[in-house]
């Protein structure tokens, strides 16, 4: 599992190519209020300093994935219903039942 910024296709693809063709990779686009994302970056967070300025940066360039990819929108108080989704998203798609 890894958590990235992957806002640009360039990006995203570059990732894919690394990882390799053996490699399975399952995107999960997480998104949350504009109100909710400026509170959460006036908290001091130790793997980041990102601020609304460099939200704004991300936003504005961001890419929309052409991958298939699941969605979830983040609130304050939707974390476990999120991890069940993604669970849920990340079972499906390796079931090749379903492929």
């Known amino acids: 599992m890894l958590d990235g910024t992957f806002y640009k296709d ?7 190519a690394e990882a390799g063709e053996n490699t399975i990779i399952h995107f999960i686009e997480i998104k949350a209020a504009e109100a909710l994302i ?21 936003k504005a360039q961001f890419e929309s994935l052409e991958e298939k990819h699941l ?11 999120m991890l069940e989704a993604a669970i849920r998203y990340l079972h499906l798609k390796n079931d090749k039942r379903t492929n």
């Open 71 to 81: 969605v979830l929108e983040s609130t304050n108080d939707n974390i476990s219903d």
């Open 10 to 16: 360039s990006i995203r693809k570059q990732f894919i």
């Open 38 to 58: 400026r509170e959460r970056l006036k908290q001091s967070r130790a793997d980041s300093e990102a601020d609304m300025k460099v939200y704004y940066i991300v």
